[in-house]
């Protein structure tokens, strides 16, 4: 299974900024994916970083208020633009597992997201 | 809309007694359901999954079913121990040859010591 590691693990912004969220594999895998989970809830899918290309948003998110990065197999950066209030989150990124199971996504700590 | 149905939404349960999470999809193209267990703070962890052309498989004390005519599907824990209270979710994939998932909403798991 892959490893996966977040940066930040937690901040507390300012509204009407920005932050940069980055994810790390410790392995090549083919999928990325950046989710949504507010407290208590369930996941939501924002988007797929596709190396090499623009990202694939899901209905209810756009390129303009999240910005991904997939330069490479292994990396993965989501920006959170001009944050408001709503935009406090958990934001899990994950990766699928290399080797067979390719359909398996394996999860990173998440960065817990605060918004003033 | 494609959607996964989950239930109950809580559950508690003595140690040592069984617990069963019970999860619908819509989408009869869906062929692969894992289910994840995240505690307090912590990362989703998959814990077991089931792909379309099997109905049972078992690891240990968790087990999951899948009756796809129903496109019903179900965990099952036995001998519950208090380390296995935490929220847990089922998933389904999103059509066959897609590597997204669709979750259910969650299932916040007791187990009375």
């Known amino acids: 299974s892959a490893v996966i590691s977040q940066k930040p693990s937690r901040d507390i912004c300012q509204r009407g900024t920005s932050l940069t969220i980055q994810c790390q594999v410790d392995s090549q895998v083919t999928m990325m994916f950046w989710y949504r989970q507010q407290p208590g809830q369930s996941l939501t899918l924002i988007a797929t970083a596709n190396q090499g290309s623009e990202a694939t948003y899901e209905s209810g998110f756009v390129i303009d208020k999240f910005p991904i990065s997939r330069p490479n197999l292994t990396f993965s950066t989501l920006t959170v633009s001009n944050m408001s209030p709503e935009d406090s989150s958990i934001y899990l990124c994950s990766g699928d597992g290399t080797g067979s199971s390719t359909d398996t996504q394996y999860f990173g700590p998440g960065t817990r997201l605060t918004v003033l | 809309g494609e959607n996964v149905e989950q239930h109950p939404s809580t559950l508690s349960v003595q140690e040592g007694d069984s617990a069963v999470i019970k999860c619908t999809y819509s989408d009869s193209a869906s062929n692969y359901f894992p289910w994840y267990k995240q505690e307090l703070g912590k990362r989703p962890q998959l814990i077991i999954d089931?792909?379309?052309?099997?109905g049972e498989k078992k690891d240990q004390r968790i087990a999951v079913t899948l009756n796809k005519t129903a496109k019903h599907f179900s965990l099952h824990i036995t001998e519950t121990q208090p380390e296995d209270s935490a929220v847990y979710f089922c998933a389904a994939s999103r059509g066959s040859g897609t590597y997204k998932y669709i979750f259910g909403t969650g299932t916040r798991l007791k187990v009375l010591a």
């Open positions: 089931i792909r379309s052309n099997v």
